[in-house]
């Protein structure tokens, strides 16, 4: 969105038009003259999607990667960037995912981006050309939405939360760590052919996210305690199962690999990241 790009960036930028990916001809001409293709794009999950979709995602997030990657092999482009999802290595569980895990994508958004995954190898293997995977795991950071938003906005209004007995580990990425990433991938001579897994190079539980989202912006986290058998059963009665199995379950993301490959390393830290959205948040509020 142009309106999103600072004036002095949006200047040094070409823009093109296209209907979709699968816009051939409007992808090609795109693609002239350009050495580096970063790919992030994507139809993504949402809460309550089932498998009926599963055309809709693989339509853009598989065929429309492809489409993409054919237009930047056909142009010269020597190195492509595509943004996948954690949610490749699988769902929630005890143990951090490691780059080397056996993926096991379970949902429609996750399978098409597996799929994405192995057929751009398969045109980087027949057509010579660098290939970088990448897998985050959530991204926040300015402009975050869905249930980011919705956590930070009940800790800002003070909102007591009964999840002060959850410990269990998540990995987020800030949007910051997940750039930096992505421009040293753009050059780095050991970034191709790899699966790159990124986060903050930490790990929280739900309750740790809530104390330093509140820290942030300068307010008390109003936890209290509250038996699991309790919750599952408020959870069911407002239709919250699924938010409530994400805020009590793990996934945590290994990334020593990516790290000492590319001698890379988070510049930003997740307070910093949750301070700096405390401080736009605060001038929006002062402009309006």
């Not at 794009?41 to 089932?50: K, L």
């Not at 492809?66 to 143990?95: C, D, H, M, P, W």
Request: aromatic share 6%.
């Amino acid at each position: 969105n142009r309106q999103n790009i600072p004036s002095d960036i949006a200047e040094l930028v070409t823009w093109f038009s296209i209907s979709g990916l699968d816009d051939i001809n409007a992808i090609k001409v795109a693609c002239e003259g350009v050495e580096v293709v970063i790919h992030l794009a994507a139809h993504v999950h949402q809460m309550g999607d089932t498998d009926l979709q599963e055309a809709d995602y693989n339509h853009v997030n598989c065929q429309g990667s492809l489409n993409l990657a054919r237009a930047a092999v056909t142009a010269g482009v020597y190195r492509f960037v595509f943004l996948s999802t954690i949610k490749v290595n699988g769902e929630e569980q005890q143990r951090a995912y490691c780059a080397s895990d056996r993926p096991n994508p379970q949902n429609a958004y996750a399978r098409s981006k597996y799929a994405a995954e192995q057929g751009l190898q398969k045109l980087a293997e027949e057509h010579q050309f660098g290939l970088v995977v990448i897998r985050p795991p959530l991204v926040y950071g300015p402009g975050v939405k869905a249930n980011f938003l919705q956590l930070i906005r009940w800790v800002k209004q003070g909102v007591p939360l009964p999840l002060a007995d959850i410990t269990n580990q998540r990995s987020l990425v800030s949007v910051e760590n997940l750039v930096d990433l992505i421009r040293v991938s753009i050059s780095h001579p050991d970034a191709c052919d790899e699966v790159l897994l990124v986060s903050d190079g930490e790990s929280v539980s739900t309750s740790q996210l809530i104390e330093r989202i509140a820290q942030a912006y300068a307010v008390k986290a109003r936890l209290f305690k509250c038996p699991e058998g309790v919750l599952r059963l408020l959870a069911k009665l407002f239709g919250r199962t699924d938010s409530l199995a994400r805020l009590q379950g793990s996934l945590a993301v290994d990334i020593a690999a990516t790290c000492r490959r590319l001698d890379w390393s988070p510049p930003v830290t997740m307070q910093q990241t949750l301070a700096g959205m405390a401080e736009l948040d605060k001038k929006k509020d002062i402009c309006c």
